[in-house]
């Protein structure tokens, strides 16, 4: 898809690898771009950084997408306020760092988070984009929705019910215009993978399997997305070598 003149919604602008595809994205020239995060502040400094690329609105909007009716909600003021929403990415995304023994309130969060969050906002988008012919979504799963991240059970299944979730909405209505891509990376240095230490500088978390990933930039995902939206490939694997694990596996 081109994504010049269009109105492009994101979840998890505010940081890491959204804030990264909003600013990629923003090079193109969209007609309308909203970031949407539970950090309203964050969202509002990557839109005021981005605004004079965005020919229209280019705003901020404050949501829990973990909250039910929260995607809808958003989905229906964009329409309403900004313009119709040709591209949905629904990013914003965490981690739990549990095992099975995690509770059922945690099991419960990471679920509306990572996976509900792109079924409600499907909800709302698929019978617009089905009444105009067309619509694209991109969902940020993970590379362990496709084989797992040791040390998260929940986010495993999340991840890979998210990949599920957007294979599923791919087969049914890719032959009545609705495009999907999948982004799956692997390690990415974002605040959730290596928050700030107390100085202000960035540590990679302690774990090991993490230590031995290859990790890499955020501005290095959001152009592999760039491409493959513009090729309309389903799969986004910013670290090739996952096609060949997933192979393996
Ligand atoms: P990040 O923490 O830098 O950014 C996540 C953003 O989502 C934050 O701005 C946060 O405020 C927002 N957010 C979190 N929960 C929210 C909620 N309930 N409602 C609204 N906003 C919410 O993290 P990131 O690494 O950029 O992660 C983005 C996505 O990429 C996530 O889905 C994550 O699972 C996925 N991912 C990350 C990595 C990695 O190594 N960083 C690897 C694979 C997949």
């Known amino acids: 898809m081109e994504l010049k003149d269009t109105t492009i919604v994101i979840t998890g602008g505010a940081s890491g690898i959204g804030a990264a595809m909003a600013r990629r994205f923003a090079a ?24 004079l690329q ?48 995690g509770d059922d309130v945690t099991w419960d969060l990471i679920w509306d988070i990572n996976t509900m969050a792109h079924v409600r906002a499907a909800r709302a988008l698929v019978p617009l984009w089905l009444e105009r012919g067309g619509g694209y979504l991109l969902t940020t799963a993970s590379a362990a929705g496709l084989l797992t991240n040791l040390g998260d059970a929940p986010y495993s299944v999340t991840k890979a019910a998210s990949v599920a979730f957007a294979e599923w909405i791919s087969i ?14 692997q390690g990415v240095r974002t605040p959730r993978l290596c ?3 107390e100085d202000g500088s960035t540590a990679v978390l302690a ?34 070598e996952v096609a060949r694990y997933a192979a393996n596996k």
């Open 207 to 240: 774990a090991d399997v993490v230590r031995s990933m290859n990790i890499i930039e955020p501005e290095v995902v959001a152009d592999a997305v760039a491409e493959g939206l513009a090729d309309e490939r389903f799969l986004i694997l910013p670290h090739p």
């Open 54 to 101: 965005v020919s229209g609105q280019c705003v901020p909007r404050q949501l829990d997408v973990g909250r039910e009716g929260a995607n809808e909600a958003l989905v229906g003021d964009v329409e309403g306020n900004v313009g119709p929403i040709d591209l949905f990415v629904a990013n914003a995304g965490i981690a739990t760092g549990t095992s099975e023994q």
């Open 172 to 185: 049914t209505y890719g032959d009545r215009g609705i495009g999907v891509s999948c982004l799956c990376p």
């Open 28 to 51: 193109e020239g969209p007609a309308n771009l909203v970031l949407a995060d539970r950090d309203i502040d964050g969202a509002r400094t990557v839109t005021d950084e981005v605004a």
């Open 195 to 197: 928050p700030p230490d």
